[in-house]
């Protein structure tokens, strides 16, 4: 099957079309002045009536008169539904992930969102909390013919439309990043969004059949009704090609079995030479590590940024 035509096929299976975007009605809440930086605090709608809230991180000295590259962090699950765009913006969490203030220090105009079911986007109602809500909300969706997958990749597709509009943005150098949950949602929004030039993922290739074998429960966007039918994880993060993809992995990271994943960077290589893009695709797997942003992990997105976006 044709890249486009599987693409059809992903679209079909994630739960259909996505809407025609709408106003964003951007609200600026806070503005906190950082060293080097500042952080906004603001709003703005994936849906109508569904306020994301996000941090954007702008570099001093960035401005309409002087653009900058950007890059949208899509941030982890952990089980750590109390955090969200926190973390890479490096106001709570662990250090490690505080890759938002790292890429703004470098130049880098960085928007954190909150996913659905983390920190502000937890139940508004307050009946259920963390593990329940999500659950809850992957369940609705699955009812409705959809999966949490589609609306996780119709709140990124938005992310890059708030970034596209923000003047300090040179809006053909955009990029996204995320550990763990935050790289399933790269290779999720990949194939639906051309805007953004270079995409990073750490720590989380887990295929279905590695998934199945190993009896892994991974969080709800890994999952996509049907499209064993079409292919696994690796042929949804293929259909990015041939813009610039780039995966760190953990030799021993057991949310992502090292075998499994090493089968599906080679599905993914195919795909890019078939694309005519080879050189747009690499991988690193560090030896004797697991499920974290290593030093040598954090070097190679960082030059792989520096490369891509100029």
């Given at each position: 099957?044709?890249?486009?035509?599987?693409?059809?096929?992903?679209?079909?299976?994630?739960?259909?079309?996505?809407?025609?975007?709408?106003?964003?009605?951007?609200?600026?809440?806070?503005?906190?002045?950082?060293?080097?930086?500042?952080?906004?605090?603001?709003?703005?709608?994936?849906?109508?009536?569904?306020?994301?809230?996000?941090?954007?991180?702008?570099?001093?000295?960035?401005?309409?008169?002087?653009?900058?590259?950007?890059?949208?962090?899509?941030?982890?699950?952990?089980?750590?539904?109390?955090l969200g765009k926190s973390e890479p913006a490096g106001l709570d969490g662990a250090e490690m992930h505080h890759t938002g203030v790292a890429l703004a220090k470098e130049g880098f105009v960085v928007l954190c969102p909150d996913a659905l079911c983390f920190e502000e986007r937890q139940?508004?109602?307050?009946?259920?909390?963390?593990?329940?809500?999500?659950?809850?909300?992957?369940?609705?969706?699955?009812?409705?013919?959809?999966?949490?997958?589609?609306?996780?990749?119709?709140?990124?597709?938005?992310?890059?439309?708030?970034?596209?509009?923000?003047?300090?943005?040179?809006?053909?150098?955009?990029?996204?990043?995320?550990?763990?949950?935050?790289?399933?949602?790269?290779?999720?929004?990949?194939?639906?969004?051309?805007?953004?030039?270079?995409?990073?993922?750490?720590?989380?290739?887990?295929?279905?059949?590695?998934?199945?074998?190993?009896?892994?429960?991974?969080?709800?966007?890994?999952?996509?009704?049907?499209?064993?039918?079409?292919?696994?994880?690796?042929?949804?993060?293929?259909?990015?090609?041939?813009?610039?993809?780039?995966?760190?992995?953990?030799?021993?990271?057991?949310?992502?079995?090292?075998?499994?994943?090493?089968?599906?960077?080679?599905?993914?290589?195919?795909?890019?030479?078939?694309?005519?893009?080879?050189?747009?695709f690499s991988f690193f797997i560090e030896p004797e590590t697991g499920h974290v942003l290593s030093e040598d992990m954090w070097g190679r997105t960082l030059s792989f940024f520096k490369k891509h976006l100029a």
């Amino acid at each position: 099957m044709k890249p486009d035509e599987l693409r059809v096929k992903l679209v079909d299976c994630l739960g259909g079309q996505f809407p025609e975007p709408g106003p964003l009605n951007p609200k600026t809440r806070e503005m906190i002045q950082k060293d080097g930086y500042r952080i906004e605090s603001l709003t703005y709608e994936a849906e109508p009536g569904d306020p994301v809230p996000a941090l954007l991180l702008v570099p001093d000295g960035v401005n309409k008169n002087s653009a900058a590259p950007a890059v949208a962090i899509w941030h982890q699950h952990a089980g750590q539904w109390h955090l969200g765009k926190s973390e890479p913006a490096g106001l709570d969490g662990a250090e490690m992930h505080h890759t938002g203030v790292a890429l703004a220090k470098e130049g880098f105009v960085v928007l954190c969102p909150d996913a659905l079911c983390f920190e502000e986007r937890q139940d508004p109602e307050k009946k259920l909390k963390g593990g329940n809500y999500e659950r809850y909300e992957f369940l609705r969706y699955v009812v409705n013919g959809k999966s949490m997958a589609w609306k996780n990749t119709l709140d990124m597709r938005r992310a890059v439309d708030f970034l596209t509009e923000r003047p300090e943005v040179d809006s053909e150098n955009i990029g996204c990043y995320g550990h763990s949950m935050g790289s399933t949602h790269t290779w999720l929004v990949g194939p639906h969004e051309p805007r953004l030039k270079a995409l990073v993922g750490n720590c989380c290739l887990p295929t279905y059949s590695a998934i199945h074998d190993a009896k892994l429960l991974h969080c709800f966007p890994n999952f996509v009704p049907g499209w064993l039918e079409y292919g696994d994880t690796p042929e949804m993060a293929g259909l990015i090609a041939p813009r610039a993809l780039h995966l760190n992995l953990g030799e021993t990271d057991r949310g992502s079995p090292i075998e499994h994943a090493r089968d599906g960077i080679r599905r993914i290589e195919k795909m890019y030479e078939a694309a005519g893009a080879a050189d747009q695709f690499s991988f690193f797997i560090e030896p004797e590590t697991g499920h974290v942003l290593s030093e040598d992990m954090w070097g190679r997105t960082l030059s792989f940024f520096k490369k891509h976006l100029a």
